[in-house]
């Protein structure tokens, strides 16, 4: 059975997937910094799954600590996840950035790469795909341009890297997943989006407002050519994210493959708002504010090639996401 190495493996993606590795009995460690997630997490993972990861505080940026990390374990795949992801941030930091993401990858590569390890499965997101003027996106779209902010950047060049080592070794095996909007959390209402510090994501947001931390939700736009104004997405539920990658472990060939990993449907910002009311039965304050600088319209996933090579579809909707998320927010 195969060992993997999950790097930002206490974060939001990394460990609702963690969960479904184990459902598979597959053997785990997490790599990450707790720079946007905390170490309780791992109790979380062991009170549903009944198995504890070992944990590794290591930063990517530092070679020699993942060196030995790499020299003491021997790992059969590594899961991709550490990274910086907010977008706003990336624009004022892009060094940060940039360092973090793409040399925090690229010392990870040099480290497999020294000790034989030829598999690895890496967090992209459908920001790639740039502004490709079709809100559609299919896999074989052309990548990069168009991309307005060094975080979208960061995956891009990410991306042509892992694409170039493939190149240069054919033994490395890489798959690039594409996230549309992952949304949601464990059923069991225990693990679920928790970041350090100020989100500027929706949902974050959306619970922020729940919570009365945040006095209400600023709606970028109303007025975009969609059915009620706002902007839609295809929003992704994380369990089904987590399972999209378990389904790919075993289809893993020498080379590169790309998977989108959404639904295929649309949400705009105030279905949310109103799916998130339904389902805590109590009114979200929200207000109409500027659009945002680099907000499209409209993207969605076409899953098609997920769904015919994978098997893997999603199986839960926007509202079983909203309901999960009252469960994590009772519990927090
Ligand atoms: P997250 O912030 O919850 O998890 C990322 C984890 O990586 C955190 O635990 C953080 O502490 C860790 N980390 C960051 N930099 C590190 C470093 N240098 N060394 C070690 N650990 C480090 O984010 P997430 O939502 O779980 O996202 C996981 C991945 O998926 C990221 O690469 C993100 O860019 C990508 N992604 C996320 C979304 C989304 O909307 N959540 C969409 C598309 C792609
Ligand atoms: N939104 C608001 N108010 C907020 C936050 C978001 O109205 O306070 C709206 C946005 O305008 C957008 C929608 O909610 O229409 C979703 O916004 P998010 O920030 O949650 O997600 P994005 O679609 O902007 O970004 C996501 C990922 C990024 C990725 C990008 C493109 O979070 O990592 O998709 O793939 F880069």
Not at 71 to 82: E, P, S
Not at 133 to 162: A, H, S
Not at 266 to 287: C, P
Not at 299 to 319: C, H, I, N, Q
Request: aromatic fraction near 8%; glycine fraction near 10%.
């Amino acid at each position: 059975m195969e060992r993997i190495l999950v790097t930002g493996g206490t974060g939001y993606i990394g460990s609702h997937t963690i969960i479904e590795l184990y459902k598979k009995g597959y053997e785990v460690d997490v790599l990450d910094n707790l720079f946007n997630s905390k170490i309780e997490v791992l109790d979380k993972i062991e009170k549903i799954c009944g198995k504890r990861p070992g944990f590794y505080k290591i930063d990517l940026c530092d070679y020699g600590k993942m060196d030995e990390l790499f020299k003491k374990n021997q790992y059969d795949l590594v899961m991709h996840f550490a990274g910086l992801k907010a977008v706003g941030e990336s624009v004022e930091k892009p060094l940060e950035y940039y360092e973090n993401n793409v040399s925090g990858t690229i010392n990870l590569l040099k480290c497999m790469q020294k000790h034989n390890v030829n598999k690895i499965i890496f967090s992209s997101s459908a920001t790639v795909y740039g502004d490709p003027g079709d809100p559609k996106y299919v896999e074989t779209m052309e990548t990069g341009r168009g991309l307005t902010n060094p975080y979208g950047k960061t995956k891009y060049m990410i991306e042509e890297i892992l694409k170039d080592c493939a190149k240069a070794d054919s033994n490395l095996q890489v798959v690039l997943l594409r996230y549309f909007n992952p949304i949601g959390n464990h059923p069991s209402g225990l693990l679920g989006e928790d970041p350090n510090g100020i989100p500027n994501n929706l949902m974050p947001i959306i619970m922020k407002v729940a919570r009365g931390e945040i006095k209400e939700l600023s709606i970028y736009g109303d007025d975009y050519p969609t059915p009620d104004g706002t902007c839609l997405r295809d929003y992704i539920h994380v369990v089904d994210l987590a399972k999209g990658h378990v389904s790919v472990v075993d289809k893993m060939e020498p080379g590169v493959l790309i998977y989108n990993l959404g639904s295929g449907r649309t949400t705009s910002v105030l279905e949310m708002v109103r799916a998130f009311e339904k389902a805590s039965g109590e009114k979200l304050a929200y207000k109409i504010a500027e659009r945002r600088d680099g907000d499209l319209a409209e993207f969605y996933a076409d899953p098609s090639k997920a769904m015919r090579e994978l098997g893997w579809e999603t199986e839960l909707t926007v509202d079983d996401a909203m309901e999960d998320t009252l469960k994590f927010l009772n519990n927090s």
